[in-house]
């Protein structure tokens, strides 16, 4: 037989989600580098278009800020400049003004996939830089006046502007400086010639001032860009979250076709192989017990007999599978009663007597007295203490003991503990025993009769009544499973069912 390698294993079990996510982080990163490669920022595209858009919507958003700022500073200029330069000088500074609202008005109608970045970054930053030096204009206007408190005015207004500037057009560098470049520079010509204090002190504040505005702009940069890569993982983590969504939507859609698909095919199967097999037990049983005559030759009855035990074999098979098939899809119905745990441990270890004498085995039960009756369903009970037991009869060896406790838990419910004397099982091994139609290496090497689905029965019957399972073992040192009920199931612990109206009358 050809090897088969473990890629054509995986292959044939289709794709791994791990692998696929890698793959697909991996394209990722290698777009995002690609697209940082050819930025002329270090950015993404789409973050160079986001920090564009930012620029364009803070100056639309500005201008009428800008427009009362012009106002004011005109009004207050004409205290020592005749009005038509003023008006000149705003008229000049409006238009300019003008200009960066068409621009940023024009950017934000164009489809982001097509602009240019580099062209409009340009653009801006030549906006930024003509605007800057209509409001240096001022200073020209002001440079042959000595009046008191022209040096104030001019310098004041000018660092105002620079803020306004800084703050509209932080998410790009190059338009901030070069909207204040221009004011800079007009500043230090203004007091180039002036040696007095307060022009000294004018002067060094105003570059003080302009340092800090430039440093104010690299920090709201830094801060812009950081706003519009946490939006990008926040989109792109809400994208994979829709995706997810999508996909398990789709899973759970399959699953429950799938469920759907085996409960019908389960339905059939049962249907289809108790009818053949109840005839088969019924002839078997007939000729096992030679009810019509014996056999011409005694082999046939030992034949009878091997046919009518695999058949009851292969029934129980049947009804385990259909037994854990209705637990794992919620379609198991409790017919819960009153009941005594000792009782049906009782009745269960009788049924299993001939097994275990026939082995030598010995059975103990320990029980503590005075133990109250449960609400439970009788047959679950006691198929959850077959199991168990029988798997204990079928592991100990011959000569073993097989310890059987029922008593009080701590929290006040009832507890039932079958413990073997027999090989035990490797601790790597429990997840299997515990998984359907999973046999430890013990019973695979003895050749073990068994389907695998004794433990997840006794745990999904468990489960149903609210109880715990917990199975411990060890290499040569035998194996001990204990179920409990809840202290809610326990009778002394249920409330009374209110009487009927008419009894209460009478």
């Known amino acids: ?45 789409a973050f160079d278009n986001e920090l564009l858009r930012g620029f364009a919507q803070y100056r639309l958003t500005g201008s009428v800020g800008t427009l ?77 006046i000595d009046a008191p408190g022209t040096k ?18 932080s998410s790009i560098p190059m338009a901030v400086y070069a909207g204040l470049a221009p004011v800079f520079i007009g500043i230090m010509l203004f007091f180039w010639e002036r040696r007095d204090i307060d022009s000294m002190t004018m002067a060094t504040m105003a570059v003080a001032a302009q340092l800090f505005f430039i440093f104010l702009a690299n920090r709201l940069y830094a801060s812009s860009v950081a706003t519009v890569s ?10 994979e979250l829709e995706t997810a969504n999508a996909n398990s939507d789709e899973a759970r859609r399959k699953a429950e076709e799938a469920n759907l698909a085996k409960s019908r095919f389960l339905a059939t199967m049962s249907h289809e192989l108790r009818t053949p097999l109840n005839a088969i037990l019924g002839f078997s049983e007939v000729m096992k017990n030679e ?76 029980a503590e007295p005075d133990l109250p009756r449960v609400w439970a369903d009788e047959r679950a009970i006691r198929q959850v203490v077959l199991n168990i037991l029988s798997n204990a009869i079928k592991f100990t060896p011959q000569g073993g003991e097989i310890t059987i406790k029922i008593g009080w838990t701590a929290a006040g419910g009832q507890y039932v503990t079958i413990t073997d004397t027999g090989p035990g099982i490797p601790e790597n091994e429990i997840p299997i025993v515990m998984q359907s139609f999973g046999r430890g290496s ?21 489960d149903l009544h609210g109880g715990g399972f917990m199975l411990k073992s060890k290499p040569r040192a035998g194996t001990e499973v204990t179920v409990t009920l809840p202290a809610e199931r326990v009778m002394e612990t249920l409330a009374a069912l209110p009487e009927p109206a008419n009894r209460r009358v009478a």
Not at 14 to 34: C, F, I, M, S
Not at 152 to 168: G, K, Y
Not at 337 to 346: C, G, K, P, Y
């Open 68 to 144: 009362v700022l012009v106002a004011g500073i005109a009004a207050a200029a004409c205290l020592w400049l005749p009005a038509y330069l003023v008006a000149s000088w705003s008229g000049l500074v409006l238009a300019s003004g003008t200009l960066i609202v068409m621009l940023s008005r024009r950017y934000l109608s164009r489809n982001p996939e097509t602009v240019q970045i580099r062209l409009w970054r340009r653009l801006f930053a030549l906006a930024e830089g003509f605007h800057g030096c209509c409001w240096a204009v001022l200073l020209l206007l002001f440079a042959h």
């Open 291 to 366: 009810i019509f005559g014996t056999h011409a030759n005694a082999a046939y009855k030992e034949y009878s007999a091997d046919i009518h035990g695999s058949g009851q074999h292969l029934l129980n098979l049947i009804n385990e599978i259909l037994d854990l098939s209705r637990i794992e899809a919620g379609k198991y119905e409790l017919n819960e009663e009153a009941l005594s745990l000792i009782a049906v441990v009782e009745e269960c270890r009788h049924m299993l007597a001939m097994r275990s004498k026939a082995k030598g085995q010995a059975i103990r039960q320990y």
């Open 1 to 45: 037989m050809p090897e088969v390698t473990a890629e054509q294993i995986q292959r044939g079990r289709g794709p791994d989600p791990v692998a696929a996510a890698r793959r697909k982080a991996l394209t990722r990163e290698v777009k995002t580098v690609r697209e940082r490669l050819t930025s002329s920022t270090g950015l993404e595209r």
């Open 442 to 462: 013990l019973a695979i090497k003895t050749a073990e009769q068994g389907s695998g689905l004794g433990l997840p029965i006794v745990k999904g019957l468990i």
């Open 152 to 169: 104030i005015f001019a310098t004041t207004s000018l660092l105002i502007v620079s803020a306004l500037t800084v703050m509209l057009a």
């Open 230 to 239: 946490f939006r990008a993982e926040k989109d792109a983590l809400i994208a």
